[in-house]
């Protein structure tokens, strides 16, 4: 079994900074991405940032040049620099392992909210 655990969500002003974290642990025998998403009331849930076992990114057009996803040294854990934040960044974030293509697990999610 795998658990993950996030934290770091939030109120913050507009045009603040959030760190999000989530650690997994439990039967982690490799690890294929770590992707962070987020869900907004009443849409769907979206990618919102993506880094592999080799450490390459990708992001979502609305974060690109404000958000940066990293790894921690205990490669286990997945960070989520968030800069510059806009009301529209408001959601559920949710932390998703992918030990394979198709096998991956979720997080419970953190709130951020950003609102003045």
């Known amino acids: 079994q795998v658990q993950l655990v996030e934290s770091g969500g939030g109120l913050v002003q507009p045009g603040g900074s959030l760190r999000l974290s989530c650690a997994a642990s439990?039967?982690?025998?490799?690890?294929?991405?770590m992707n962070w998403y987020r869900q907004a009331p009443g849409k769907e849930r979206e990618l919102v940032a993506t880094i592999t076992s080799g450490d390459s990114t990708n992001y979502a057009d609305s974060v690109k040049g404000r958000f940066t996803v990293s790894r921690g040294n205990a490669r286990n854990t997945v960070y989520l620099q968030m800069n510059s934040l806009k009301p529209e960044d408001t959601a559920m974030y949710y932390c998703?392992?992918?030990?394979?293509?198709?096998?991956?697990?979720w997080g419970q999610g953190t709130q951020v909210t950003v609102s003045s």
């Open positions: 439990g039967s982690i025998f490799s690890i294929y991405a």
């Open positions: 998703n392992l992918k030990l394979t293509k198709v096998l991956n697990y």
